[in-house]
């Protein structure tokens, strides 16, 4: 996919029930802690994979070494 790109992308996948259960607990404690309630723990994993990408230092040094890598557009 490309930057340009910005419909969204349907993705189904199955969680392992453990991790499922793990995430309507945080969601849980999310709601307490913000006292904003979380009605669909389903909706945290984007705004987690979002922040995962974002701090992931692998990520970044791969993002840094492509972009130098890459030819100048003059």
Known sequence: MRASDDKPVKVALELPASLHRDLV????RLSRETGRLVSD???????????????????????RSSSEAAPSKS
């Open 25 to 28: 607990d945080y969601a849980e």
């Open 41 to 63: 723990p389903l909706k945290l994993i984007v705004p987690m994979l979002e922040r995962f990408i974002a701090t992931d230092r692998g990520i970044s040094k791969i993002r």
